[in-house]
């Protein structure tokens, strides 16, 4: 069983940034391709952003595109989403998942693919 645990998020205003943090413990995280993915209030899970077991390959879903970046220390079994530019519809609350994955470039935009999550942390940005 993998453990992931969220932080960083919190209350800010339109064109703050955040970073938020998802630390693994019980697995070796290095074997898992990680990803984030949120939900707003009323809405259906989306995807938000995936990064590679080596972190060389990195997928951004078009909405956070140019605004958010992915990455990961497999040294701190760490992943990390920088947002940037925040807006107001990226109230939601941030999952961290861990998917199985052989290839070391692997990246996965399909919440089913993953196996671990973590509780969430809330983000919530006023206009």
């Known amino acids: 069983q993998m453990q992931l645990v969220e932080s960083g998020g919190g209350l800010a205003q339109a064109g703050d940034s955040l970073r938020l943090s998802c630390t693994a413990s019980?697995?070796?995280?290095?074997?898992?391709?990680m990803g984030w993915f949120r939900q707003a209030p009323g809405k259906e899970r989306e995807f938000v952003a995936t990064?590679?077991?080596?972190?060389?390959?990195?997928i951004t879903a078009d909405t956070v595109k140019g605004r958010c970046t992915i990455s990961r220390d497999n040294a701190k079994n760490t992943v990390y989403l920088q947002m940037n530019a925040l807006k107001p519809e990226d109230t939601a609350v941030y999952y961290c998942?861990?998917?199985?994955?052989?290839?070391?470039?692997?990246?996965?935009?399909?919440?089913?693919?993953?196996?671990?999550w973590g509780q969430g942390t809330q983000v919530t940005v006023s206009s």
């Open positions: 019980g697995r070796i995280f290095s074997s898992y391709v």
């Open positions: 998942a861990a998917g199985h994955a052989f290839g070391y470039s692997t990246v996965r935009v399909n919440g089913r693919e993953y196996a671990y």
């Open positions: 990064v590679s077991r080596v972190g060389d390959s990195t």
